[in-house]
Each structure stands twice: as structure tokens, then as C-alpha cells.
């Protein structure tokens, strides 16, 4: 019982990351209806940009701070640069851009800051929380500010102009541009603000897994599944998916026999499948109903 | 592409009659290098770049018999596809006597059937993979560094030694490196193999080892081996200290670096961590008068003034080409691919300037391992401290 317990914490504790990062996928999502591969590499690179303010003595927050403005622009810069231009090709050039800016800004991080590991600090510290060994403050705060974050998406998207012009030009363009909304400058809003949650995910994982170019690969995988399996149109679900990924992957390599080991990225993987399967919006999506 | 010699060129020109080239044998040695000069792995490429420095003093010293040698270093990115492409062209368009410390395993995996259908001699392989000495196999190949199963002896011994009632908790990367040095610890445990309470594995593309860790600790083991590279033995160290976890802590020599790894994890978590070596520490202050490291400072001041000598990289350089350069001069005037193998494989007690005292070469026609031996080393304070006797990992009992 005390094993199972230990488990469930220990999953909650990974299910942070994996929820952080989702809430990024998912922000990606909304704005333009695909999945942005090359997300965990910017949320990589935001994270090193952080870090070199910090060698350079700028302290934490004003290097979280510069960091977010950065990584902000930098989406807006990604987006009218490179996927404006694209904006009316299908799908599979969108992909092709995708994987390519992921290979551009591993590699170019990699030749900036080479690939040894770096620490990098955490601004809650790493004592244990509240007496329990199995989920240090980081992690505690990690799911703070986690939650925290959903809630300001929650109200911006439900309650501003601004977010309920975003969410009207990602679901209904037609509709949006008619009453006036800028649908172009809303999708590069939409990569600004899902690059500016990357690299607060991005800040939030390196103190637990170190900082290099190929930190967010695995991470990146399980937060698609995070993301899937809550709904890739719920911020709410994508949280929500984190956590259950993270706990269901932890208590299946220990019970499950055999399983442990080998295949815990595959069972991220098998969950995608199942669930786009079995129900393809997710835990907590919307069902999309088109007129035909 | 980078080519660390300007021999490659003058081969690639056409008006290079065959002639010419066999004539030139005879004054030069022409040795074939990989190295991930570019790639996640391009920190190691400081071992070629310090083979060349050695070779270049070599001929500044009048060569090896009176022949100059040729270093030709290709760049293979530490991608198996490159590497096969990069030898094949030191072989068939730069015509190299041998191939010599390619670095890492999969590029050397990717490398051995072609050099050795050529039977071109892949000597001293810079992995510690057991495959790259089985001579009955590969007849062309031979390792350097201690075999990874000799590591996983020595700790078995140890152990044994100092906690024979323990119940051991193993962590592996599930890879060649991994499942090696795994084997010779329960090779090296025999009927005591028991003792192994719970071995966890973990893929690359795993983001933390913290969950293994958490498990590993559940198992109520006292003695904990780390079969890690760098990031994951960083991340279990620092969550073995978060768990307030403090087995005996045997992290595996791959990622026993000061710099890359206990600073990372942070030096308090690392106290009292082993590992094993078999390099003088070329900044341990207790080599300061030994003559073989007298040696590899006064090459470094002359060859490679800028390079950090903390670096094991450094060292293990050293250390390979001289290695080389002994073999070639026992070759004499023979130079045949048949008796450089020859030659490689009866080395006895032969003692490279950065091994430590009492570890030396050792092979046979049938022991490709030329270092089997390790010391223990325990962290303290913010270095490696030796302790205890020179340890045999013989894999052939």
C-alpha cells in the first residue's frame, strides 16, 4: 500500500511536466488546428536563452521575465516569417515545416551551448514537500504554477476580447473575418502566447532534468498524449491528462510485469492510439460537429 | 567534412600514379581515424584532435623506424551511416595501413564487418564493448579501454569485498553499455548473483529516472549500481539525495566526470559516490612528480597548450596513440596489416605514460582486451580518491 502510495505521488510528480507541456500543445492547438512538432525545442531553447541571462547575472525573475517576452516574439517571428507564407497549403508542408524547424533549433542549440548537461536553478528549491521524500517543492510548485497558468487561460480565453477573438478565428475563420476579427494577426498571437507557456514549461522541467538539446524529446511525446487523452481542445482536459499519464505510465511499470522497463514509451504511445480510437476528443474535448 | 590532414587531399589528385603510392608506403604510415567531430556526441572528438598532436610530436621526434606518420581524421557525426561511409573511403581511396581509435560504439559496431571482410586491422576501438575483443569473430578488431563486463566485475568484487551480505539495486541503460557491464557484474557475483535485489532499465528517451529511482529504493537495497550516461546518472543522483536514499553508490565510469556530471547533480549529493579508473587524473596533485605524467604535461605544453587537462578525454588520447606507436615499432620493418595485428596482440605488461600504477597492456592471440585492470575511487570533497588495490576484471577465468 505505502509502494502503491509512493507510485501515484511519484506519477504526479512527472505528470507536472507532462502537464505543462500539454497546456502548451494544446495552446498551439487552438490557434491553429495542428499539432506544432518543433514545440518542445522552442520551449528547449527558451530555456537555454534563460539560462545564458542567468551566466551573464541577470537574477531568476528578470531572466523569467526576459525570457517569456523573448520566446513571445520569437513565435510571432516564427509565425509570420515562416507559416504565414504557408498559410494556404495543406497539411503535410505545415508538417514538413514543423520538423524541419526542429531540427534547425536543436542543431543550432546544440552548436551554441554544446550538449552537456547543464543545471539549472529552480526558484522553489528542492527540499522536500510538506515531509513527503517522494515530491520535492519544485515539483509542488511545478503543479502551482501549472494550475495557476490554466486558470489565467481559462479567464483570458472565456472572459477578454482578445481571447475570444482568438478562439473565434481558430474555430470558425469565415465567420470571425466577417465581424471584423484580424485572423492573421490572431494565429501569431496564438504561436506567441503558446511559445511563451513553452519556455515557462521549459524553465519548470530543466531543474528536473537538466538542460540540453535533446531535454524535451521524450517530454514532448508524453505531453501529445497528456494533450490527446484530455482533449486537444481543453486546456482544462490537457492538465487533467498530464497527471493521468504520468501516474498511469508510474503504476504500470511497477505492477504491470514485464511492462516496466521496456515499454513505458510505448504505453505513452498506445494511449494515443486508444484514445483517438475509442474517443477521438478526448477526456474533456469538445465534439466538433461540422454541417455538411 | 573535416579532414585533420593535409595528406587526404594530395591523395584525392588524380595524377597520383599506384606506383608513387607504394613507393611513399615505405616512408609513411597512413592511419585512418572517425571521430564525431560534429553531434551531440562532438565532446569526445578531443580524443582525436589530441591522437594527432601526438602523432605530429612523433614525427617532430623522427617517426616511428624512420617513417613519418599520415593522421587522417574523418568527421562521422557519431551516426553508424557515416561511419561505414567515412572508412570505406580512408580504406579504398586513402589506402590507410589501419583503422585506429574510431570513436563509440554504434559507429564501431557499424564499421567491424566491413574491416574486417578487408582485413584491415580496426585497432584499439574506443568503446568499451565487450564485442570489440573476440578475435575468433573479428580476427581485425580490437578494443582499448577496460571491456565494459570487466567494469561490472571489478565492482562485483568489490562489493563482495566490503558488503558481502548487500542486497544490490542496479539501474542500466538499455543498450550495449547497459546489459555489458550488467553481465559482468552477475558474471563477477556468481552464486552470490542473488544478492541483486531489483535491476531497473530505462530508455534514452526517457525524460528522468526519477520514478526508477523511487522504485529502486522501495526495494530496500543497500548497495546501488548506476549503469548511467551523464544526464540519467546526474538525475539519479540527485533524486537518490531528494529521497534522502544513501546506498553504497557505485556509479559506472562512463559518467564519473567531475565537470559533466557530480557538479551538475550538485558535489553534496555526490559525496562518497565509487567508480573506477584506470588514468592518472591529470589533475590529481599526487602525479605531480611521476615521470609518465611529466611526459603528458611537456607533450601538452608543445602540442596542445589549450586543451583541459581534466578532461579523461585527454588522457585516454595520450594514452591509445602511444599505445599505437608501440605497436608499430615493435612492427619493425613489417609493416603487413598481418603482423600489425600480430604485433597488437602480444603486448605484455606494457605500461602507457597515463595508466595507473600497477594497470598495464596485456593481450594474447586469443585476449583482445588489452585493459582489464581498475582501481576504486571514492568522491570526496570535490575529487575522485583512489583506495584499495589495482582490481582484475579478466574476462577469460
Request: proline content about 5%.
Amino acid at each position: 500500500m505505502d509502494l502503491f502510495l509512493n507510485q501515484i505521488l511519484a506519477g504526479i510528480a512527472t505528470g507536472a511536466i507532462y502537464a505543462c507541456m500539454a497546456l502548451a500543445v494544446v495552446m498551439i492547438y487552438q490557434a491553429i488546428d495542428h499539432l506544432n512538432f518543433a514545440q518542445g525545442e522552442m520551449a528547449m531553447f527558451s530555456t537555454f536563452v534563460a539560462w545564458q541571462l542567468m551566466q551573464w547575472g541577470v537574477p531568476y525573475w528578470g531572466a523569467f521575465v526576459l525570457t517569456l517576452a523573448f520566446s513571445f516574439a520569437g513565435g510571432v517571428i516564427i509565425e509570420r516569417v515562416l507559416f504565414k507564407p504557408l498559410g494556404n497549403a495543406p497539411v503535410l508542408t505545415h508538417v514538413a515545416g514543423f520538423i524541419a524547424l526542429f531540427a534547425i533549433i536543436n542543431s543550432v542549440a546544440g552548436l551554441t551551448w554544446d550538449f552537456t548537461i547543464k543545471q539549472f536553478p529552480s526558484p522553489f528549491g528542492s527540499s522536500p514537500f510538506l515531509g513527503s521524500q517522494l515530491i520535492s517543492t519544485h515539483q509542488a510548485g511545478m503543479i502551482g504554477v501549472t494550475i495557476v497558468l490554466l486558470i489565467l487561460l481559462f479567464l483570458f480565453f472565456q472572459y477578454t476580447r482578445i481571447g475570444l477573438a482568438m478562439r473565434a478565428a481558430a474555430s470558425q475563420p469565415e465567420s470571425a473575418r466577417l465581424v471584423g476579427i484580424n485572423t492573421s494577426w490572431m494565429i501569431a498571437l496564438g504561436w506567441g502566447m503558446a511559445a511563451a507557456i513553452g519556455s515557462i514549461a521549459g524553465m519548470l522541467i530543466a531543474p528536473v532534468v537538466f538542460l540540453e538539446p535533446n531535454m524535451m524529446g521524450g517530454v514532448l511525446i508524453y505531453g501529445f498524449a497528456a494533450a490527446v487523452l484530455g482533449g486537444l481542445s481543453s486546456p482544462f482536459g490537457a492538465v487533467v491528462g498530464g497527471f493521468l499519464v504520468g501516474v498511469f505510465e508510474n503504476l504500470a511499470g511497477t505492477y504491470i510485469p514485464g511492462v516496466g522497463n521496456e515499454l513505458k514509451l510505448p504505453i505513452a504511445l498506445a494511449l494515443i492510439v486508444t484514445v483517438l480510437v475509442v474517443k477521438p476528443t478526448g477526456l474533456f474535448g469538445r465534439t466538433i460537429v461540422k454541417r455538411v | 567534412m573535416l579532414t585533420l590532414s593535409a595528406a587526404a587531399l594530395t591523395l584525392a589528385s588524380p595524377a597520383l600514379a599506384e606506383g608513387v603510392v607504394s613507393e611513399r608506403a615505405d616512408r609513411v604510415i597512413r592511419i585512418g581515424n572517425l571521430m564525431p567531430y560534429s553531434g551531440p556526441a562532438s565532446a569526445y572528438s578531443i580524443v582525436g584532435r589530441i591522437e594527432q598532436a601526438y602523432f605530429k610530436m612523433i614525427n617532430d621526434q623522427g617517426g616511428i623506424n624512420g617513417r613519418r606518420v599520415e593522421f587522417i581524421s574523418y568527421d562521422d557525426a557519431y551516426n553508424p551511416a557515416k561511419a561505414v561511409e567515412q572508412v570505406r573511403k580512408l580504406v579504398e581511396r586513402d589506402q590507410v595501413l589501419l583503422v585506429f581509435s574510431a570513436m563509440g560504439t554504434p559507429t564501431n559496431a557499424a564499421i567491424q564487418k566491413y574491416l574486417n571482410l578487408k582485413q584491415v586491422p580496426q585497432l584499439f576501438a574506443a568503446s568499451g564493448a565487450t564485442r570489440f575483443g573476440d578475435p575468433q569473430a573479428f580476427p581485425w578488431t580490437m578494443g582499448w579501454q577496460p571491456p565494459y563486463q570487466s567494469e561490472g566485475r571489478v565492482y562485483a568484487k568489490f562489493i563482495l569485498a566490503t558488503r558481502p551480505q548487500g542486497r544490490i539495486a542496479v539501474l542500466y541503460q538499455n543498450d550495449d553499455l547497459g546489459r555489458d557491464l550488467l553481465k559482468g557484474l552477475k558474471d563477477g557475483l556468481g552464486d552470490k548473483a542473488a544478492m541483486i535485489a531489483l535491476e531497473e532499465s530505462y530508455e534514452v528517451a526517457e525524460p528522468s529516472a526519477d520514478n526508477h529511482i523511487a522504485r529502486l529504493k522501495a526495494s530496500g537495497a543497500d548497495v546501488f549500481v548506476s549503469i548511467t550516461t551523464p544526464k540519467f546518472a546526474a538525475q539519479s543522483i540527485k533524486a537518490a539525495a531528494a529521497l534522502d536514499w544513501h546506498p553504497l553508490y557505485v556509479q559506472a565510469l562512463v559518467a564519473a566526470s567531475i565537470a559533466a556530471v557530480l557538479r551538475p547533480a550538485g558535489l553534496d549529493a555526490s559525496q562518497g559516490l565509487v567508480s573506477a579508473a584506470y588514468n592518472k587524473d591529470a589533475s590529481d596533485p599526487q602525479w605531480r612528480d611521476d615521470a609518465g605524467m611529466q611526459r603528458f604535461h611537456a607533450f601538452l605544453d608543445g602540442y596542445a597548450p589549450d586543451v583541459d587537462r581534466g578532461d579523461n578525454s585527454v588522457a585516454y588520447g595520450y594514452g591509445a596513440a602511444q599505445c599505437l606507436v608501440e605497436v608499430l615499432r615493435r612492427a619493425g620493418d613489417d609493416l603487413s596489416r598481418a603482423n600489425i595485428m600480430k604485433q597488437a596482440a602480444s603486448l605484455q605488461g606494457y605500461a602507457p605514460d597515463t595508466l595507473l600504477p600497477g594497470i598495464t597492456v596485456n593481450t594474447a592471440a586469443d585476449d583482445f582486451h588489452p585493459i582489464e585492470q581498475l582501481r576504486m575511487m571514492r568522491f570526496s570533497g570535490d575529487h575522485w580518491e583512489l583506495f584499495g588495490p589495482v582490481i582484475d576484471g579478466k574476462l577469460r577465468d
